[in-house]
T-cell receptor, first 111, second 112 residues
């Protein structure tokens, strides 16, 4: 059974710092891994999607990496801004077509 | 370009009542999903569908039913609502497993 873990559960950093969010999964047989952002009381916004054959994806200040063999992904946020404050969710899709989510990391950027 | 549309956005139910949460997508996606999100618990898969006429149980299907008569629509039915079903419900769709997912804006349900 696929399990997805995100560490840390919460993180506060001063504005301008670079930061890394971590995601680990137990079954390396995945189709893809996706990072989402969720603002309080809102839905999920897709940030980056990494296919199983890829090692990383970049969008603006965001960079996501994938190491299937070790069951890990990281989301790197460069030059953090207060607007980056949100919950970041990692989701993995495995061969049975189900998407399994981690519990998320609550990020707070201090002005 | 509506994407995934969920209705209603908010609903209060009394214990024992029934209701249907609506989800429709206009992207011709084959795959559709229903999740519930409880505080601090992440998202749990309730039911999913890989195409019209096909549905499968997820992690937490008890107390819910779904149908998929068309590609566009994937309603979630709650029978005999219970306080434990108080949650935020999200519907999502995907063209296929490797193409990522689009989420609706959610339905906040309270059972009292």
């Amino acid at each position: 059974k696929q399990e997805v873990t995100q560490i840390p559960a919460a993180l506060s950093v001063p504005e301008g710092e670079n930061l890394v969010l971590n995601c680990s999964f137990t079954d390396s047989a995945i189709y893809n891994l996706q990072w989402f952002r969720q603002d309080p009381g809102k839905g999920l916004t897709s940030l980056l999607l990494i296919q199983s054959s890829q090692r990383e994806q970049t969008s603006g200040r965001l960079n996501a990496s994938l190491d299937k063999s070790s069951g890990r992904s990281t989301l790197y946020i460069a030059a953090s801004q207060p607007g980056d404050s949100a919950t970041y969710l990692c989701a993995v899709q495995s061969g049975d077509d189900k998407i399994i989510f981690g519990k998320g990391t609550r990020l707070h950027i201090l002005p | 370009n509506a994407g995934v549309t969920q209705t209603p956005k908010f609903r209060i139910l009394k214990i024992g009542q029934s209701m249907t949460l609506q989800c429709t997508q206009d992207m011709n996606h084959n795959y559709m999903y229903w999740y519930r999100q409880d505080p601090g618990m992440g998202l749990k898969l309730i039911y999913y569908s890989v195409g019209a006429g096909i549905t499968d149980k997820g992690e937490v299907p008890n107390g819910y039913n779904v149908s998929r008569s068309t590609t566009e629509d994937f309603p979630l039915r709650l029978e005999l609502a219970a306080p434990s079903q108080t949650s935020v419900y999200f519907c999502a769709s995907s063209p296929r497993g490797t193409h990522g997912y689009t989420f609706g804006s959610g339905t906040r349900l309270t059972v009292v």
